[in-house]
Structure formats: structure tokens, C-alpha cells
């Protein structure tokens, strides 16, 4: 076999596959014996018809049109793989190819688009910063102050405060639909509620805000297309629904100081000392585990900021499409359907299609950065380094392996993995990390009190 390969303008090649007539006439004489031993000619034995027999009784072309088909789609992507070339969509025929002939040579043509090989701006190492491996003392304080906000108690407010947006509340209410009938799972003597957490509509909420301690609110609402937490059971069965509403109290949420004792009876832990150095042991844990993640998305992004491409179609589609498929086969395990999923992440149907393509393009950024990266430094992958790779597959028979993908032409595929996994390595490596800290807890909610104070001087 004989491959040319012609550049064309778009990332795209003209290849051009020629196969020898002696190996024509091999294929066409193995295609006649497999089809006598495939098919029952009358008046001959299994394997013994000769060629007249079976091209009158399968017609004259059916030899010649299988060992073309054969030929053009096994030869076509082991000639690219053996060519090195990089296709991000299936071969094009501008016209379709013919059926081989006895004696002859048989050659075909056809296009392919190619992965494009992009420059970066510069391939000097990158500078990112990274926290520290160990635990600090703000992370620490960070973790036990969220154990507080975990494990607090409420205590009444005065009576002359006001509800603001994110007040927590203890409410009595009775609840009628459109007919005027009692809606019981609405109606109550006393229940807690806590403003903003989306258990009932926007409206609900805000006929709330301002009211006092004994005060209340009367009003009707109309049932929502898409219905919060309290009124999904309500939908088809009620057009409106009439609130009477009592503020019984206003709470506030008290978090219990950090002593010895209430570490032992909250947490389990014998004293703060002890908590604070089980923190400081699960935290770093933690970062170290994490860190090679962060340093090599915080190496890619700065990578791909090198770099101004336009990402080809083709190859976005295929990110999209893996991205999905990963994703669903991943719901799928967790038994979680798409709509749950949506809801859990607080997204929308449009948002994540939007979210999957910019994700898609990010990804695809990223492979073509690396690929630059590696051809810079001339980085190489041997056989020894794709046959490791099926090696480390643990598959039973990795050689067998192996043989089938090079005979579907994907060797390519894996040769690419390996490259980008060394490119992503030396870029790691090469890196300029700048250790930084990372904020004190107390810094966080400053300027969430600040804006709770601007809030409750609206209110008053």
C-alpha cells in the first residue's frame, strides 16, 4: 500500500491510497474462497464453486464491490494513522470510489479535516499561585467557625423588630384555595419559616417584610406556573390561595461560643485543642490531595491565555458530545435524573447548554495548547509508550488490544493522550508557583454584616 498525503488550505489533507496489483489480486482470490465456503451453490460442495458459479448467482460485481469496500474502509484509517495525522471528521469522497479489477492496481482519494496546529504567544513557564499545603491557622478558624453556623440555636428577637429578607420566623397561618376550602398542609397554629429559603413564592415573602411581632398579612396569590417547595402538591388543583398570615416571632440565631464543653457535647472531641488539631490534619489532607488538580487547571488556564484560535466545529461537537455522554453515564450510576440534576446545580435548561459549550471550547483550547507545548519541546511518543498504555488498561489481552485498534487506526488517539499527558507534566513541572493564603474567616463576613446593618436600617 502507498499513501500520499496533500495539505490543503483549512486544516484539511488530500490522501491519496494506491494498492498493488498483486495485492489486488490476493484479496479478490480470499473474498471468491470465503464467499464458496459462505453460501450454497447447487451441485457443489461447501468451498468448491468456482468463480462463473458465483458471480452468475451473486452477480458479476458482488466480488469486486466487497473487496473495494474492504479495502477502503481498512486501508483509510490505518493510512492516516500511519501517516500521522490528527482527523476531526470522517474521510469525504468527492466521488465515490471504484471496484477493483484483476491485474490492476486500485487508488482512491478523499479528504479529511485536521486537528490545526496553533503557536503560542510564548512557551516561557508559567506563573500561577497555589495555597499552601498545610492547614493555616484562618482556615482552621474558618472550619470551626462553620461548625457554629452548623450547630446554633434561636431565641426570640424583641418584639418591635422587624422581618427583613432573610429573617428567621415563627409564623401561624390558614390558607383557603379558589373554592375557599381549607388548604391543611398550608395551614397551621405555629411553624418556623426562614425568609429567602424559596419554601413559598417571592410574593408571599414580601407581604411579609416590615411586620412586627402579633402583626399579620391577608392576601391572595396566584399559583404559580413553576411552584416552590409548599405548593408543588397544590398544582392543576387551585388557581389562588388566600394567606392569613400572624407573625408569632422574630428569631434570632444564636451561636454558641467554642469551649471545651460544648466541643465535647457538640463534636465529640475532648477539647478545643484536640478539634483544632484533628482540622488541621483532615484540612491539609485535603489540600494536598487537591492541589495537583488546581495546579494543573491553574497551569491550562494560564496556557490557553497564550494562545487566539478559533476552535474548529468539528472538534468542539466531539468535546460536547464526550462531556454529555460523561455526565449521563455518571447520573445514570447515581440513579439522578437530568431535570434533578438541573435543579440541585440551580441551573437552567438553556444555561447548561450554554455552560456545556463554553465548557466544550475551554476543553478543546486546552488540548490545542498542549499539543503546541509538546511540539515546542519536541516531546516524542514511542511504542513502548502506547503499548504501556494498554498495558496499563488491565485488559486480559492488551496485545490483542493493541492489534485492534491499530487495524481501526485509533493508535493515533492514544499516541495524543500520551503526548498531552507529558506536555501537561512538563508544564507543571516548569511552573512558577507563588504560595499564597488564603483569606481570614473574619474578612468573609465583614461585608455580609455590613450589608445586613444597611438592610436593617431600611427596615427601621
Not at 453556623?149 to 426570640?156: N, P, Q, R
Not at 418584639?159 to 429573617?167: E, G, I, Q, R, Y
Request: charged fraction near 35%; aromatic fraction near 6%; hydrophobic fraction near 40%.
Amino acid at each position: 500500500m502507498e499513501t500520499k498525503v496533500e495539505a490543503l488550505e483549512g486544516n484539511r489533507a488530500k490522501v491519496t491510497i494506491t494498492l498493488d496489483a498483486k495485492d489486488v489480486d490476493a484479496r479478490i482470490k480470499n473474498t471468491y474462497k470465503e464467499f464458496a465456503n459462505k453460501y450454497n451453490f447447487p451441485g457443489f460442495r461447501k468451498g468448491k464453486a468456482p468463480r462463473p458459479i458465483i458471480d452468475n448467482a451473486l452477480g458479476k460485481d458482488a466480488v469486486r464491490a466487497s473487496v473495494a469496500d474492504e479495502v477502503v474502509n481498512g486501508l483509510s484509517p490505518i493510512a492516516i494513522d500511519e501517516k500521522g495525522l490528527f482527523p476531526i471528521s470522517k474521510p469525504e469522497f468527492a466521488e465515490e470510489p471504484g471496484l477493483v479489477e484483476d491485474g490492476k492496481e486500485y487508488s482512491y482519494t478523499f479528504t479529511i479535516e485536521c486537528k490545526p496546529e496553533v503557536e503560542l504567544d510564548s512557551y516561557e513557564p508559567v506563573e500561577i499561585e497555589l495555597p499552601g499545603e498545610e492547614a493555616t491557622d484562618e482556615e482552621i478558624e474558618d472550619q470551626i467557625e462553620h461548625f457554629r453556623e452548623h450547630y446554633f440555636t434561636f431565641k426570640d428577637a424583641p418584639a418591635n423588630t422587624k422581618v427583613k429578607v432573610d429573617s428567621e420566623l415563627t409564623i401561624a397561618m390558614k390558607s383557603t384555595d379558589d373554592k375557599g376550602e381549607a388548604i391543611e398542609s398550608l395551614s397551621t397554629e405555629e411553624r418556623p419559616y426562614t425568609m429567602g429559603a424559596g419554601l413559598l413564592p417571592e410574593e408571599f415573602e414580601e407581604k411579609l417584610v416590615g411586620l412586627k411581632k402579633g402583626q399579620t398579612a391577608e392576601f391572595d396569590l396566584d399559583m404559580p406556573a413553576n411552584p416552590p417547595v409548599l405548593l408543588r402538591a397544590l398544582k392543576d388543583k387551585t388557581e389562588k390561595i388566600h394567606f392569613d398570615v400572624e407573625v408569632k416571632a422574630v428569631r434570632k440565631k444564636i451561636l454558641s461560643e467554642v469551649t471545651d464543653e460544648w466541643v465535647k457535647e457538640t463534636l465529640g472531641f475532648e477539647n478545643v485543642e484536640e478539634l483544632r488539631t484533628r482540622l488541621a490534619e483532615s484540612l491539609t489532607a485535603q489540600k494536598k490531595s487537591m492541589l495537583p488538580g488546581l495546579k494543573e487547571r491553574a497551569c491550562l488556564n494560564k496556557l490557553i491565555e497564550r494562545m487566539d484560535v478559533e476552535v474548529p466545529a468539528a472538534m468542539a461537537e466531539a468535546a460536547e458530545a464526550n462531556l454529555l455522554q460523561e455526565l449521563f453515564q455518571q447520573l445514570q450510576a447515581s440513579g439522578m435524573s437530568f431535570d434533578a440534576y438541573l435543579q440541585q446545580m440551580g441551573l437552567k435548561a438553556e444555561n447548561f447548554k450554554d455552560d456545556i459549550k463554553l465548557q466544550a471550547a475551554d476543553n478543546v483550547k486546552q488540548d490545542l495548547a498542549l499539543d503546541a507545548w509538546a511540539r515546542h519541546f519536541d516531546m516524542q511518543v514511542s511504542d513502548a509508550d502506547v503499548t504501556m498504555e494498554f498495558v496499563k488498561s488491565g485488559v486480559e489481552d492488551p496485545a490483542a488490544l493493541e492489534e485492534d485498534w491499530r487495524k481501526n487506526g485509533q493508535l493515533h488517539m492514544v499516541r495524543e493522550g500520551v503526548l498531552r499527558t507529558k506536555a501537561v507534566t512538563d508544564l507543571m513541572d516548569k511552573a512558577v508557583v507563588t504560595e499564597v493564603q488564603p483569606k481570614a474567616a473574619d474578612e468573609k463576613p465583614a461585608k455580609k454584616t455590613a450589608k445586613k446593618a444597611a438592610k436593617a436600617d431600611d427596615a427601621e
